[in-house]
């Protein structure tokens, strides 16, 4: 089997911040491995510790316990001084952009490589040439005031590439953005993860970024890491209570079956719900029913998959037979339990 190389290894990392009265741990011991040349994702819901996990990963917060790796290389032991050295190899992009309103995006990018002590020209050269990878080849010298929501994510991605970074960290960078301007920047850090082979970690709430980029995803509650997986295993059949609750409730129609329907089951077609059919000839073979409650489709690393809400009849030999006869075409069911 292909060996894969690791990027980012973290191994017991534990979080306690200081309380008035004691501390409050928010991490518990996690251990997570992400591989080179990955997207992978951090999903959980607000709370969950993922902000903290990702302030671990570039020692903007230190662990209480445990160790990072980079590369094979141990940041938990280095000094400030080789750590500020190490950070230039992880890019960090937030929700907020957090870009100086002052400066130009030019200028924006430039300053990281300003604190390297790159030369001007060198610097400007090379965030030109960020600027237009970025798509705002022609925006160059406006101020953030003058940029969209989108625009300013682009300008901050440059600056985040400005170091050559080995891993780009980014932290809900789309919850600001609307629908579509959140697709545009999710293609474009995949378009950045493919031509430049930067290892991506994309911490979100929403399932449905993670669907769009991510292979792997980690999903965290309660500062432990509750299931782990491939995007596609975890989306067709998530295992544990939070990881239905992200999956099931992402893009559906949460009110048709959050009325607390009995016999409610989650279904999953490879191929999409243009495999549809499947459910006709269930309903002929098997003489019963079942109600079409929410259906979607999704493209998840490369493959469609289609999801439905489905409600099964009542009569419990029947209601089997149904659900046998599902599971026999390949179709993925799942009671939907916490209704
Ligand atoms: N500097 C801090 N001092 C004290 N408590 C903190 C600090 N930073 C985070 N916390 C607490 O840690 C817990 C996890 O916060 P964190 O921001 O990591 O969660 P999150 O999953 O990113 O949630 P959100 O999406 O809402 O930001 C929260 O209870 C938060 O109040």
Do not use: W
Not at 112 to 124: L, N
């Amino acid at each position: 089997m292909e060996q894969k190389e690791i990027m980012i290894r973290l191994k017991g990392i534990t979080k306690a911040f200081p309380q008035k009265k004691g501390t409050l741990e928010v991490l518990h011991g996690i251990d997570l491995d992400i591989e080179k040349g990955e997207i992978f994702g951090i999903i959980g819901l607000s709370g969950a510790g993922k902000s903290t996990l990702v302030r671990c990963i570039n020692l903007l917060e230190r662990p209480t316990e445990g160790q990072v790796f980079l590369d094979g290389q141990e940041l938990t032991c280095l000094s400030e001084k080789d750590l500020r050295q190490a950070r230039r190899s992880m890019g960090m992009i937030f929700q907020q952009f957090h870009l100086l309103m002052q400066r130009t995006a030019m200028e924006n990018v430039c300053f990281p490589m300003e604190i390297a002590g790159v030369k001007k020209a060198e610097a400007r050269e090379k965030a030109k040439e960020l600027l237009e990878l970025v798509g705002l080849g022609d925006r160059m010298e406006s101020y953030p005031s003058q940029l969209s929501g989108g625009q300013k994510q682009r300008v901050a991605i440059a600056r985040a590439l400005a170091t050559n970074p080995k891993i780009l960290l980014c932290d809900e960078a789309t919850s600001a953005l609307d629908p579509n301007t959140t697709a545009g920047v999710l293609e474009l850090l995949k378009d950045i993860n493919k031509r430049l082979g930067i290892t991506i970690v994309v911490i979100t709430h929403e399932m449905k970024v993670i669907q769009e980029i991510c292979n792997r995803v980690a999903i965290i509650s309660e500062g432990k890491i509750a299931e782990m997986g491939s995007v596609q295993e975890i989306f067709r059949a998530p295992k544990t209570q939070i990881g239905q609750e992200l999956v099931f409730h992402e893009g559906s129609n949460r009110e048709a079956y959050a009325g607390k329907l009995p016999y409610c089951y989650r279904v999953v077609f490879k191929g999409g719900i243009s495999n549809e059919p499947v459910l006709g000839r269930m309903m002929i073979d098997c003489n019963g029913v079942a109600n079409i409650l929410a259906g979607n489709t999704r493209n998840i690393d490369g493959e469609v998959f289609g999801q439905m809400i489905l409600q099964f009849p009542e009569e419990e030999a029947l209601r089997k037979k149904m659900i046998q006869y599902l599971k026999d075409q390949g179709v993925e069911v799942e009671e939907v339990a916490y209704v």
